[in-house]
C-alpha cells in the first residue's frame, strides 16, 4: 500500500527554526509537496520538490531526498501566525495521482 | 482567496436527505478533485475530473455522486449518507496533467450527518 509518515504534533517558540519531516513509500514518485492549512482554512501550495536537495522560498525551504524516500519542510523566524496544519503530500504519476500525509499541527509559542 | 469556492460552507443533514456540494473556480484549470478530510486522518482523494471527464474513483460509495458539467463548476451529489460520512469536503483544481501540478483548494463543506 501507499503510506506518508509525518508527525502529529510540533511545537516551537517564536523566531526559532523548526523542521518537519516525511517520510513515503509509494508505488510511483514524481515529486513531494507540502501544503499548509489553517483552522477553518483552505489548504494552500507551499513548496514543490521533483529533484534531490533543497528548495527555499522565504522563511520556507523544502529538501527532498529521493534515495531515502524521505523529505523535510523547514520554517525559520517562526511567527505567530505560521500556527497551522502542514501536510506532505507524494505525486505518483502525473497530475492526479496525489496522496497526502495526516498532517503535522505545529504550535507556535511566545 | 484561493480561486476556488465552495457553498455551502456548512451543511447538516439527515441520513434520508438529499443535498449538493458545489464547486467553482475561474482560474482557467482543467482539473478538478474532491478531497474528504476527517480529523487526524489524511486527506483522501475521492473523485477527479479532467476536461470534464471522470479520470479517477477511487472506490468511492455510491452515495457520493460527483457531476462536471464544464471545466468550471463541480457538484457532488450527497443521499443516504451514513453518519461516518461526516468531515470536511474539500474541492480544489490545477493545470493537468503534469508532474508538477499545484493543486488550488476551497474552503471546504463542513458535513454533519445526523
Known amino acids: 500500500g501507499q503510506s506518508l509518515e509525518q508527525p502529529s504534533e510540533v511545537t516551537a517558540v517564536e523566531g526559532a527554526i523548526v523542521q518537519i519531516n516525511c517520510t513515503y513509500q509509494?508505488?510511483?514518485?514524481?515529486?513531494l509537496s507540502w501544503y499548509q492549512q489553517h483552522d477553518g482554512g483552505a489548504p494552500t501550495f507551499l513548496s514543490y520538490n521533483a529533484l534531490d536537495g533543497l528548495e527555499e522560498t522565504g522563511r520556507f525551504s523544502s529538501f527532498l531526498s529521493r534515495s531515502d524516500s524521505y523529505g523535510y519542510l523547514l520554517l525559520q523566524e517562526l511567527q505567530m501566525k505560521d500556527s497551522a496544519s502542514y501536510f506532505c503530500?507524494?505525486?505518483?504519476?502525473?497530475?492526479?495521482?496525489?496522496?497526502f500525509g495526516a498532517g503535522t499541527r505545529l504550535f507556535v509559542k511566545a | 482567496e484561493t480561486g476556488v469556492t465552495q457553498t455551502p460552507r456548512h451543511l447538516v443533514m439527515g441520513m434520508t436527505n438529499k443535498k449538493s456540494l458545489k464547486c467553482e473556480q475561474h482560474?482557467?484549470?482543467?482539473?478538478m478533485y474532491w478531497y474528504k478530510q476527517s480529523a487526524k486522518k489524511p486527506l483522501e482523494l475521492m473523485f477527479v475530473?479532467?476536461?470534464?471527464?471522470?479520470?479517477e474513483n477511487n472506490s468511492v460509495p455510491s452515495r457520493f455522486s460527483p457531476e462536471c458539467p464544464n471545466s468550471s463548476h463541480l457538484f457532488l451529489h450527497l443521499h443516504t449518507l451514513q453518519p461516518e460520512d461526516s468531515a470536511l469536503y474539500l474541492c480544489?483544481?490545477?493545470?493537468?496533467?503534469?508532474?508538477?501540478?499545484?493543486?488550488?483548494f476551497g474552503q471546504g463543506t463542513r458535513l454533519t450527518v445526523v
Open positions: 475530473y479532467s476536461l470534464e471527464e471522470r479520470v
Open positions: 480544489a483544481s490545477s493545470h493537468g496533467p503534469s508532474e508538477n501540478t499545484e493543486a488550488f
Open positions: 503530500a507524494v505525486n505518483m504519476g502525473g497530475g492526479f495521482k496525489t496522496i
Open positions: 509509494t508505488s510511483g514518485f514524481y515529486g
Open positions: 482560474l482557467g484549470h482543467n482539473a
